[in-house]
């Protein structure tokens, strides 16, 4: 497929065929993710793939327990309501065939060397910076999820279920330095799903010439 009818035709897929992804399938996509651009080339990443029901089961059932201890339920009905989306959108990944857990961990910056008499930290630099380890992670993922177009399959970025993140991380045997970043869905799509609305390109673009 062309790469702009890619890009064009990707949309968040949340119901998924039956269908299994077979490992080398998931490999391309991981592949395809880690040529993505990283911050001092640092790939801070790694992709777990995961399709065992028993596990998804589990890390959904920690995401179902943090979010009712962080939001009770109480309140009106259109607080109950919010609640349930919040639920369902952190939990839907359970029925997918495969989930891709990413994980992070710190990077090495040149900087990092010339901190030393400046009073300021890598934490404080990589706030100064906007976050570029967070925005490699994110490269990542839609390199993923356009590969997975390419390739038939449908996916969706998720960062509802990191309210259980010491959950997960421990369900998967992620440990320090290592921590988890987000996660994947991934299958065939159970239907089509059309591209969301998005700005106008007139609403987003300025041009200074
Ligand atoms: C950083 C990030 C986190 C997201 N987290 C979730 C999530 O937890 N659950 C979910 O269902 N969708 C999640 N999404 C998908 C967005 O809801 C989706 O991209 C948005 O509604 C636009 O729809 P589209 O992807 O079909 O264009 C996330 C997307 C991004 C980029």
Redesign the pocket.
């Known amino acids: 497929m062309e790469l702009r009818d890619v890009i064009a035709r ?5 119901q998924f065929a039956g269908d299994a992804v077979p490992e080398n399938d998931l490999k391309e996509m991981v592949r395809l993710a880690g040529l993505a651009p990283s911050v001092n080339n640092s790939q801070p990443w790694k992709f777990i793939a995961i399709t065992n029901r028993d596990l998804l089961g589990k890390m959904a059932d920690s995401v179902r327990k943090a979010i009712e201890q962080c939001l009770p339920i109480c309140g009106d009905e259109n607080e109950k309501q919010a609640r349930k989306q919040v639920e ?3 939990t ?2 359970e029925n997918a065939p495969a989930v891709i857990v990413v994980a992070q961990c710190p990077y090495e910056a040149i900087v990092d060397s010339a901190l030393q008499h400046s009073g300021m930290s890598h934490n404080d630099v990589n706030a100064l910076r906007g976050h570029p380890d967070i925005e490699s992670i ?1 490269a990542a ?1 839609e390199n993923m ?1 356009l590969a997975a177009v390419d390739m038939g399959y449908g996916g ?7 309210i259980a993140r010491q959950s997960i991380e421990k369900c998967i045997g992620i440990g320090d330095p290592w921590q988890l970043a ?2 994947v ?1 991934l299958g065939k799509p159970a239907q089509d ?1 059309a ?2 609305e ?1 700005k106008a390109i007139d609403d987003i673009f300025k041009l200074i010439a």
């Open positions: 990707r949309a968040s897929v949340r369902w959108f952190s839907f990944f994110g993922i999820l969706c970025w998720l960062s509802g279920p990191l987000a996660m869905a799903v591209q969301r998005k």
